[in-house]
């Protein structure tokens, strides 16, 4: 079971990025809710979105509602957070992650886990 983010880089304040999310080694996404968790410098680990298993319900942090976009492509494996208006404090290494439900997701208890993909915005 594996999950490999990439998209991740150096961007200016009120620019955008993408990351994506892959399954591989014959694991899929499908039937599973799938999430995005950051850890800036410093920082706990802290929820950012996720996407119900058929994409029906998405939920996101307050801090970024309204500029994030999660989105999810079960043919291709594949789970999106789309970022806009990036600010520094969005400044993070990004995680992907597989849980059974939107709440184990969110309460950080899903059981596979990506190695992060890192996100630097400057000001």
């Known amino acids: 079971e594996r999950l490999v983010e990439s998209g991740g880089r150096l961007e200016q304040a009120g620019g955008s990025l993408r990351l994506s999310c892959v399954a591989s080694g014959g694991d899929l996404i499908e039937g599973y809710a799938m999430g995005w968790f950051r850890q800036g410098p410093g920082k706990e680990r802290e929820f950012v979105a996720v996407?119900?298993?058929?994409?029906?319900?998405?939920q996101y942090a307050d801090s970024v509602n309204g500029r994030f976009t999660i989105a999810r492509d079960n043919a291709k494996n594949t789970v999106i957070l789309q970022m806009n208006n990036l600010k520094p404090e969005d400044t993070a290494v990004y995680y992907c992650?597989?849980?059974?439900?939107?709440?184990?997701?969110?309460?950080?208890?899903?059981?596979?886990w990506g190695q992060g993909t890192q996100v630097t915005v400057s000001s």
């Open positions: 996407i119900a298993w058929n994409g029906g319900m998405t």
């Open positions: 992650a597989r849980g059974f439900s939107v709440a184990n997701v969110k309460e950080g208890a899903a059981a596979v």
